[in-house]
């Protein structure tokens, strides 16, 4: 999909406003609405903008996507110690289905599986 300028939507914009002087709605003004919109249709629609960034786990089986997330969309693989180094494959399985199969899961030394509770946070398998 090709790319869209904010400035080639505001400039749309001004002629439905009719007020292509800027002179009741400035640039700036639009901008944040323009913005306000983005952010509307990644609420609606998150992987409508993805980024793809390794993130580095913190203790525990409790896992949160960076603040600057709205969703998580998916997850690839382990990275290395510096995060530089793709590593194992992870697969995503159900939560149901890893009690049912691996009742000690957080305490083991399983790695490479993930149960995603919802968009916002994971478990991680230690290890």
Not at 3 to 26: H, P, V, Y
Not at 45 to 57: F, G, I, Q, S
Not at 107 to 122: I, P, Y
Request: charged share 20%; hydrophobic share 35%.
């Amino acid at each position: 999909m090709p790319t869209i300028k904010a400035q080639d939507c505001m400039d749309k914009a001004e002629i439905i406003l009719q007020d292509t002087s800027n002179g009741r709605f400035g640039e700036t003004e639009l901008l944040g609405w323009f913005n306000d919109g983005e952010r509307a249709v990644v609420g609606l629609k998150p992987d409508a903008y993805v980024k793809e960034e390794a993130v580095t786990l913190i203790a525990g089986i409790n896992q949160s996507i960076p603040t600057t997330g709205m969703a998580l969309i998916g997850l690839s693989h382990n990275m290395g110690v510096g995060g530089e180094t793709p590593g194992d494959t992870i697969r995503l399985i159900s939560r149901a289905h890893l009690d049912a199969q691996q009742p000690s899961w957080p305490t083991s030394l399983v790695s490479s599986k993930c149960t995603q509770s919802n968009r916002q946070r994971v478990w991680a398998l230690p290890g």
